[in-house]
């Protein structure tokens, strides 16, 4: 993943946040990358890729989310 911020999930797997474009599209991706013993990162198929034009309605349901769960917890 190309120019990506990366979150340690544990010792063997990091999620990758990066935008892409595809066919004219600009796109979220949000993927597992395997990182390998020499610390390279390998995309998974496991993530999810949504349009730029959501990223802001993603971004408010996740904080929404997280902050319902804080309130509750």
Not at 1 to 10: F, R, S
Not at 38 to 46: A, M, N
């Amino acid at each position: 993943m190309q120019n990506a911020l990366y979150i340690e999930k544990n010792r063997n797997i990091d999620i990758g946040v990066n935008m892409s474009e595809y066919k004219g599209h600009e796109l979220l991706n949000i993927r597992e990358c395997w990182v390998g013993r020499d610390g390279e990162r390998t995309p998974t198929r496991k993530g999810i890729t949504i349009p730029k034009r959501c990223a802001k309605e993603f971004y408010e349901a996740l904080t929404k989310v997280l902050i319902d769960e804080e309130i509750t917890s």
